[in-house]
């Protein structure tokens, strides 16, 4: 049985940091894509960083030189470093893993944790 577990949300202040992890059992994630997806209130859940299943990162435009993506192939985690928060990055960040960055949100052997809440504020 798959399951992503993230912790490490939370509310901080604008300007300040934070560390996302996302533990995995019963998937590996240095064999596949992993990435942190982030989903504001009315808005599509969207890629935030990412690395494919051969190391290379990816970012979203917003988050480039803030995000940071880390995969820990010894544990089984993966973490996003997230400087220089904004109130514009409050959302529920959720970690997942499959087969493909490109094909992650759309493909039932995407595996998905629960969630974890960040909210920035003002």
């Known amino acids: 049985q798959v399951q992503l577990v993230e912790s490490g949300g939370g509310l901080v202040q604008a300007g300040g940091s934070m560390r996302l992890s996302c533990v995995a059992s019963g998937v590996i994630f240095g064999y596949n894509a992993v990435g942190w997806y982030r989903q504001a209130p009315g808005k599509q859940r969207d890629l935030v960083a990412g690395i494919s299943k051969f190391g290379n990162p990816r970012y979203a435009d917003s988050v480039k030189d803030r995000f940071t993506i880390t995969r820990h192939n010894t544990n089984n985690t993966v973490y996003l470093q997230m400087n220089s928060l904004k109130p514009e990055d409050t959302g529920v960040y959720y970690c997942?893993?499959?087969?493909?960055?490109?094909?992650?949100?759309?493909?039932?052997?995407?595996?998905w944790g629960q969630g974890t809440q960040v909210t920035v504020s003002s």
């Open positions: 997942a893993a499959g087969r493909a960055l490109a094909t992650m949100l759309s493909s039932r052997d995407s595996y």
